[in-house]
Protein backbone atom coordinates (compact mmCIF):
# COMPACT_ATOMS: atom_id res chain seq x y z
CA UNK A 1 0.00 0.00 0.00
CA UNK A 2 1.42 3.42 -1.06
CA UNK A 3 1.21 6.19 1.15
CA UNK A 4 1.80 10.19 1.01
CA UNK A 5 2.42 12.29 3.92
CA UNK A 6 2.50 15.64 3.94
CA UNK A 7 4.79 17.89 6.67
CA UNK A 8 5.43 21.51 6.96
CA UNK A 9 1.71 23.56 7.13
CA UNK A 10 0.52 26.21 9.58
CA UNK A 11 0.10 29.92 10.10
CA UNK A 12 2.69 32.69 9.04
CA UNK A 13 2.47 35.85 8.48
CA UNK A 14 2.18 37.92 5.02
CA UNK A 15 5.72 37.82 3.34
CA UNK A 16 7.01 35.02 5.32
CA UNK A 17 8.05 31.60 4.38
CA UNK A 18 6.90 27.68 4.74
CA UNK A 19 8.44 24.54 3.43
CA UNK A 20 5.79 21.45 2.42
CA UNK A 21 7.50 17.95 2.24
CA UNK A 22 5.78 15.36 0.87
CA UNK A 23 6.99 11.45 1.55
CA UNK A 24 5.73 8.54 -0.26
CA UNK A 25 5.94 5.27 1.08
CA UNK A 26 4.66 1.53 0.48
CA UNK A 27 5.35 -1.09 -2.57
CA UNK A 28 6.52 1.40 -5.01
CA UNK A 29 8.52 0.67 -7.82
CA UNK A 30 8.82 3.97 -9.34
CA UNK A 31 7.52 7.42 -9.32
CA UNK A 32 6.72 9.68 -12.15
CA UNK A 33 5.22 13.32 -11.98
CA UNK A 34 4.43 14.46 -8.22
CA UNK A 35 3.02 17.65 -7.88
CA UNK A 36 1.22 20.53 -5.21
CA UNK A 37 -2.33 21.65 -5.15
CA UNK A 38 -4.62 23.34 -3.42
CA UNK A 39 -7.84 24.22 -2.33
CA UNK A 40 -9.32 27.23 -0.84
CA UNK A 41 -12.88 27.35 0.64
CA UNK A 42 -15.32 27.21 -2.04
CA UNK A 43 -12.84 27.05 -4.39
CA UNK A 44 -11.84 24.06 -6.67
CA UNK A 45 -8.53 22.17 -6.44
CA UNK A 46 -6.13 24.24 -8.18
CA UNK A 47 -2.13 22.76 -9.41
CA UNK A 48 0.29 24.77 -7.57
CA UNK A 49 3.90 23.44 -9.22
CA UNK A 50 4.47 20.02 -10.42
CA UNK A 51 7.91 18.51 -11.04
CA UNK A 52 8.96 15.28 -13.55
CA UNK A 53 10.98 12.55 -12.04
CA UNK A 54 13.92 14.20 -14.14
CA UNK A 55 13.46 17.22 -12.38
CA UNK A 56 11.14 19.82 -15.36
CA UNK A 57 8.96 21.84 -13.12
CA UNK A 58 5.75 23.80 -13.73
CA UNK A 59 4.04 26.58 -11.89
CA UNK A 60 0.79 28.27 -12.09
CA UNK A 61 1.21 32.00 -13.15
CA UNK A 62 0.54 33.16 -9.77
CA UNK A 63 3.16 31.30 -8.04
CA UNK A 64 5.92 31.77 -10.48
CA UNK A 65 8.31 33.37 -8.40
CA UNK A 66 7.44 32.97 -4.88
CA UNK A 67 7.35 29.15 -4.98
CA UNK A 68 9.50 26.26 -5.73
CA UNK A 69 9.04 22.70 -6.56
CA UNK A 70 11.99 20.33 -5.91
CA UNK A 71 12.45 16.44 -5.23
CA UNK A 72 14.27 14.15 -3.69
CA UNK A 73 14.08 10.91 -5.38
CA UNK A 74 16.11 8.91 -3.07
CA UNK A 75 13.65 9.80 -0.33
CA UNK A 76 10.98 9.61 -2.29
CA UNK A 77 10.44 13.36 -1.05
CA UNK A 78 8.34 15.94 -2.57
CA UNK A 79 8.40 19.90 -1.65
CA UNK A 80 7.45 22.57 -2.11
CA UNK A 81 9.26 26.68 -1.02
CA UNK A 82 6.78 29.34 -0.71
CA UNK A 83 8.38 32.39 -0.33
CA UNK A 84 6.40 36.35 0.30
CA UNK A 85 3.38 34.67 0.92
CA UNK A 86 0.19 36.20 0.62
CA UNK A 87 -3.58 36.05 2.35
CA UNK A 88 -4.97 34.51 -1.21
CA UNK A 89 -2.27 31.91 -0.85
CA UNK A 90 -3.90 30.44 2.45
CA UNK A 91 -5.96 27.04 1.37
CA UNK A 92 -5.21 23.09 2.40
CA UNK A 93 -2.21 21.84 -0.14
CA UNK A 94 -2.29 18.61 -1.21
CA UNK A 95 0.37 16.19 -2.23
CA UNK A 96 -0.04 14.42 -5.31
CA UNK A 97 1.73 11.59 -7.12
CA UNK A 98 1.76 9.05 -9.79
CA UNK A 99 3.12 5.98 -8.83
CA UNK A 100 3.83 2.53 -10.51
CA UNK A 101 3.20 0.18 -7.63
CA UNK A 102 3.98 -3.67 -7.36
CA UNK A 103 0.78 -5.18 -7.78
CA UNK A 104 -1.33 -2.27 -8.82
CA UNK A 105 -0.04 -0.59 -11.66
CA UNK A 106 0.09 3.07 -12.41
CA UNK A 107 -2.45 5.27 -10.38
CA UNK A 108 -2.32 8.85 -8.92
CA UNK A 109 -2.21 9.17 -5.46
CA UNK A 110 -3.23 11.90 -3.13
CA UNK A 111 -2.23 13.00 0.75
CA UNK A 112 -4.07 14.05 3.05
CA UNK A 113 -3.75 17.86 3.24
CA UNK A 114 -1.60 20.04 5.26
CA UNK A 115 -3.58 23.82 6.36
CA UNK A 116 -1.94 26.91 4.98
CA UNK A 117 -2.96 30.20 6.31
CA UNK A 118 -1.13 33.39 5.81
CA UNK A 119 -2.79 36.38 7.90
CA UNK A 120 -1.40 38.48 10.41
Known amino acids: QVQLVESGGGLVQPGGSLRLSCAAS????????MGWYRQAPGNQRELVAS???????NYADSEKGRFTISRDNAKNTVYLQMNSLKPEDTAVYYC??????WGKGTYDYWGQGTQVTVSS
Open 26 to 33: GSIFRIYD
Open 96 to 101: NARIWS
Open 51 to 57: ITNGGST
